[in-house]
């Protein structure tokens, strides 16, 4: 059973508009969420982060939301590069002693065509 | 700086064959983790390492692998009598300080493929 889920495989945007992937989770013991970003051949590299006690977070062009009532985070991207192309991985970890262990979801691949 | 560096980049081997995996993890970073990503899947928690012990070992899916870190630094997965099933990409990744949450930076990977 996925705890982390992103229900939707791949995104297509215009490149300037607002690129929003989704991920919900279904463990409430999750308190700090992360989105990572991979490119073909390479690891994944960290985005942006969100601890539990906050609902926004946010670093230049991306922004992240968390809903903790709904068990939902998303990842805004605004404006949209054609380098934003990349699958993008919702990640997600516990509390104190557990929150070296990150618990993946499946991945979006996100393109953004000129 | 260098990153995390993993080798062989792709690995070839035989159905029952023995595999060692290597992971250099970035100086001076005490905690070092291997996930598995299998086709169309996101990375799954193999292992971490805090120093040379294993801290946790609970994401092994069996008693063929192993994983060891004898210096601290330098890692090494090993899976023995490879399965077809075993065929994935395994990352490796290093953090810095103890007990925060801590950024992990994830090496390119190892595409393992058993035939």
């Known amino acids: 059973d996925q705890q982390v889920k992103q229900n939707s495989p791949s995104l297509s945007v215009q490149e300037g508009r607002i690129s929003i992937l989704n991920c919900d989770y279904t463990n409430s013991m999750f308190d700090y969420f992360l989105w990572y970003k991979k490119y073909p051949a390479e690891g994944p590299t960290f985005l942006i982060s969100?601890?539990?006690?906050?609902d926004k977070n946010e670093d230049g062009r991306f922004t992240v939301f968390l809903n903790k009532s709904a068990k939902h985070l998303s990842l805004h991207i605004v404006p949209s590069q054609p380098g934003d192309s990349a699958v993008y991985f919702c990640?997600?970890?516990?509390?104190?002693?557990?929150?070296?262990?990150?618990?993946f979801g499946k991945g979006t691949l996100l393109t953004v065509n000129p | 700086g260098a990153g995390v560096s993993q080798t062989p980049s792709n690995k070839v081997t035989e159905k029952g064959k023995y595999v060692e995996l290597r992971c250099d993890p970035i100086s001076g970073h005490t905690a070092l983790y291997w996930y598995r990503q299998s086709l169309g899947q996101g990375p799954e928690f193999l292992i971490y390492?805090?120093?040379?012990?294993?801290?946790?070992d609970s994401g092994l899916p069996n008693d063929r692998f192993f994983a060891v870190r004898p210096e601290g630094s330098v890692s090494t997965l090993k899976i023995q009598r490879t399965e077809r099933g075993d065929s994935a990409v395994y990352l490796c990744a290093s953090s810095g300080s103890l007990g925060t949450y801590n950024e992990q930076f994830f090496g390119p990977g190892t595409r393992l493929t058993v035939l």
């Open positions: 390492f805090q120093g040379t012990g294993a801290a946790d």
């Open positions: 990640a997600a970890s516990g509390s104190g002693g557990s929150n070296y262990k990150l618990t």
């Open positions: 969100i601890s539990s006690i906050k």
